[in-house]
């Protein structure tokens, strides 16, 4: 860092300190101590200790895996606990839009300074190796093993390949050209997701700017075999309206690393009969196409055999007594078969209830597999913050979404409770039918609702409550609400 800003030096521990007052200036909400907003700041800035405790004692980092695995366990229980909260009003934060862009720009330029100036990530300089082969179309099995626990899948070497002609060939530049497209890969997703299902691009800025301060990011802001799957599941969220899409990018995060694997039930379930078989061919052709990139690069049966079952991490399936560094390699490996006896019953149990699944469930379903992977993997299990991160954000910063599903009859008790008459009842049908996007909201600006609905056409407007449904907004006076979550009266910001 000191090559670029002259007498810059800031380790873990500082960045740490930093970034937690500044997290705490921007985001903790003073005037609501005890809401979900501020529990979900502390869960996630708990994780930063654990972290600092395993890299400051490498040879004894069992205090610290015990703090991470109590960390994790506090975020599985807030994510499975989830769709329980049902009051989520929009939370402004302290910090307008402006200064929220150049804040995220500011954090941003730090951490791309910082992969600039550091050693690149062993991983990430194999896949750019990898990726240039298969851009040859040559074959190295025969001379070097493959080693799935240090570089990532098929899919990281085949989203390489555009790098590395870029980058002239230099792996070193490649390596830190991957990791830096990677954080705007998960940038860019999370604003997305802010703006086209959350309707408020301030929300998704705010959360990429909370992605690039917290801890985790920076110090393995390196790392290309983590950043790549979060952020091709970050963009399958925000494109979850199109089955083939996500399908597409859900099966290049499988072939990236083991762990997406585990969501495919939760995402089936999702779409069931609204777009299963498109959601499973688009799995079906991304995998023969990675079949295919390493067909490219094997020269005979044998080769494609042993390119294809070298990509797999088969280690993390095997209840032997673990090699690597992590928790589990402290004890026997019988004592993970309960716990992953458990998590195969978690999955079930989140593939099937509730039956009808809304963005709501799958993001938070999603985040709980993702961090419950972490008590049973054999290598730094606890330790892959990156993994679920930007998942965590999103149901962090997410208002109420209950217009995913929304069925006939809601909509109608909905307009039946207000003093709407036929026409507007049939305006509300056609509205969300055809025009999901246009807007009704109440006239009233007085603390008593009288019911009845207007649409908004053109431009999107900024509007209250964020929080209500795209489609039909209705409101009968309920004054409670009105009071104690969004303000007094049904007036608009």
Same mark, same amino acid.
């Given at each position: 860092m000191d090559d670029i800003l002259r007498g810059y030096h800031v380790n873990a521990p500082t960045w740490f300190y930093l970034s937690t007052l500044l997290i705490v200036a921007v985001f903790y909400r003073f005037g609501r101590i005890w809401s979900i907003r501020n529990f979900d700041l502390a869960f996630l800035m708990a994780l930063s200790p654990g972290l600092l405790f395993v890299r400051a004692n490498p040879d004894k980092p069992q205090f610290g895996y015990c703090w991470l695995f109590a960390a994790n366990g506090l975020l599985l229980v807030r994510l499975l606990l989830d769709v329980m909260f049902t009051r989520r009003p929009r939370l402004?934060?302290?910090?307008?839009?402006?200064?929220?862009?150049?804040?995220?720009?500011?954090?941003?330029?730090?951490?791309?300074?910082?992969?600039?100036?550091?050693?690149?990530?062993?991983?990430?300089?194999?896949?750019?190796?990898?990726?240039?082969?298969?851009?040859?179309?040559?074959?190295v099995t025969r001379t070097q093993a493959a080693d799935p626990k240090s570089e990532t899948g098929p899919a990281g070497r085949l989203l390489a390949t555009p790098v590395v002609p870029l980058s002239g060939g230099v792996e070193v530049v490649a390596a830190r050209a991957m990791a830096i497209l990677s954080h705007l890969?998960?940038?860019?997703?999370?604003?997305?997701?802010?703006?086209?299902?959350?309707?408020?691009?301030?929300?998704?800025?705010?959360?990429?700017?909370l992605y690039l301060l917290l801890p985790p990011t920076a110090f393995d802001v390196s790392k290309v075999n983590h950043l790549l799957p979060a952020a091709l599941?970050?963009?399958?969220?925000?494109?979850?309206?199109?089955?083939?899409?996500?399908?597409?990018?859900?099966?290049?995060?499988?072939?990236?690393?083991?762990?997406?694997?585990?969501?495919?039930?939760?995402?089936m379930a999702f779409y069931w009969k609204r777009g299963s078989l498109k959601f499973g061919l688009a799995l079906i052709l991304t995998g023969a196409v990675l079949l295919f990139s390493l067909m490219l690069t094997s020269?005979?049966?044998?080769?494609?055999?042993?390119?294809?079952?070298?990509?797999?991490?088969?280690?993390?399936?095997?209840?032997?007594?673990?090699?690597g560094v992590g928790f589990w390699s402290?004890?026997?490996?019988?004592?993970?078969?309960?716990?992953? =006896?458990?998590? %195969?019953?978690? #999955?079930?149990?989140?593939? +099937?209830?509730? *039956?009808?699944?809304? &963005?709501? @469930? !799958?993001?938070?379903?999603?985040?709980?597999?993702?961090?419950?992977?972490?008590?049973?993997?054999?290598?730094?299990?606890? =330790?892959?913050? %990156?993994?679920? #991160?930007?998942?965590?954000? +999103?149901?962090? *910063?997410?208002?109420? &979404?209950? @217009? !995913?599903?929304?069925?006939?009859?809601?909509?109608?008790?909905?307009?039946?409770?207000?003093?709407g008459d036929s026409n507007i009842l049939k305006d509300v049908r056609i509205s969300y039918e055809r025009a999901p996007t246009k807007r009704w909201r109440c006239c009233c600006v007085q603390s008593k609702c009288c019911g009845s609905l207007h649409l908004l056409k053109g431009k999107r407007r900024r509007q209250w409550p964020r929080s209500e449904p795209d489609g039909v907004i209705a409101h009968a006076g309920d004054r409670i609400r009105q009071s104690k979550d969004y303000g007094s009266g049904c007036s608009f910001g």
């Open positions: 402004e934060q302290n910090l307008n839009s402006a200064g929220m862009a150049f804040l995220c720009g500011s954090a941003l330029l730090f951490q791309t300074s910082k992969i600039l100036t550091e050693q690149p990530d062993l991983a990430a300089v194999k896949t750019v190796r990898g990726a240039e082969e298969l851009l040859k179309r040559q074959d890969a998960v940038i860019l997703g999370l604003i997305a997701v802010g703006r086209w299902h959350f309707s408020d691009t301030h929300l998704g800025l705010a959360m990429a700017t599941i970050v963009w399958a969220v925000a494109v979850h309206a199109r089955p083939m899409v996500a399908g597409v990018l859900l099966g290049l995060a499988c072939g990236t690393m083991f762990f997406p694997i585990f969501l495919l039930p939760i995402w020269v005979d049966s044998m080769s494609f055999k042993r390119q294809t079952l070298g990509s797999i991490d088969w280690s993390v399936l095997k209840f032997q007594t673990a090699d402290l004890y026997d490996s019988a004592y993970r078969v309960p716990v992953f =006896a458990t998590f %195969l019953v978690l #999955l079930c149990a989140l593939t +099937i209830w509730p *039956f009808k699944k809304n &963005l709501e @469930h !799958l993001v938070s379903h999603s985040a709980a597999i993702v961090v419950a992977t972490q008590f049973w993997y054999p290598h730094q299990g606890g =330790a892959y913050v %990156l993994w679920y #991160l930007p998942l965590m954000l +999103i149901v962090t *910063f997410r208002p109420r &979404l209950g @217009h !995913l599903p929304l069925s006939q009859h809601v909509a109608d008790s909905a307009i039946g409770a207000t003093s």
